[in-house]
């Protein structure tokens, strides 16, 4: 039988693969990349809350090794505020809600975070305390953040109770309109009729007058809401840059001091670490890059920790 192409590749393939073995990586290397994730993992969690999961890692032949966290713990809780709900409620008169954080506050907080990230990739080291108090005040802000977030739900829950209640008698109002103007087409209304004609004209009006009020309301109530968003997002944003330069002088500072138990991997190859982020359905991955050849001289105190993370290759994907 004459083989088709297909089936001749398929075949050479298979003989290929049954005669040889998958390469084995050397168990020295397995030790090397082992005790260097341990350093990592040590490393990246320092603070009380590191935002940094569980660290593996995956080794490709000829490319280097890539350690894998991700983002956890109360550093998702600033990415947590939802949405306005699809389905719009009316504010009924409630008792306003003091602002919880202002321009003032927000500005404070940027400058504090860009300065701590500044001096960081400058010399290399971690403000610790600085980044610390950064990072408390910036959680006080988002626990009251959530606090009125829960309030605002509640009232929003409440009012499109009133809302349904309001409407429901609006078509209630309707109908005996209609029946009574059904009958005004077919014969003279009496007098009777006719007061109660004007009287469900009034009450109809004044229903709407009190839809148009409560509209007004909830207005005011959505910009408000959509303004805390804009601010929790901010905040959100000075945590995350936090966080990423943390994690990268970390990475790199681990890389210099503890570079050499890496003997077994090739200069030629690279240590990466990939950082994903569970929050949201357009979040994108942050990676570091770094060259063995650029490790082994920051370890020989060739680099500084500064020169390495401006050799390393730092993106989004």
Known sequence: ???TPYLAALATLLVT?????ATQVSPKLKQNLEIMQNILQTSLQQGRDSGVGRISHSYLAGQGVLFQTSTQ???GRYFAMPPMPPQVGMVAPVAAVAPIINKEQIAAIS???SAAANAAVAGGQIDHEALEAIAEEAEAAVEQMMDQQEQRQDQMRDVRDQKRDLEREVREVEREQRDIEFKNKVGKLDADQQKELNKLNSKSAELKKQLDSIQQKYNVMEQEYQKQRAEQAKIAAEKQKELIVRISVNFANALCDYGASLRELKDNEYVSLQLSSSHGRNSQDIYWVFKKSDINQCVT????TETLLKKADYYQY
């Open 1 to 3: 039988m004459k083989l």
């Open 17 to 21: 693969t049954s005669s040889q073995a």
């Open 73 to 75: 713990g109360s550093f």
């Open 111 to 113: 400058a504090r975070a």
């Open 301 to 304: 105190g060739k680099l500084t």
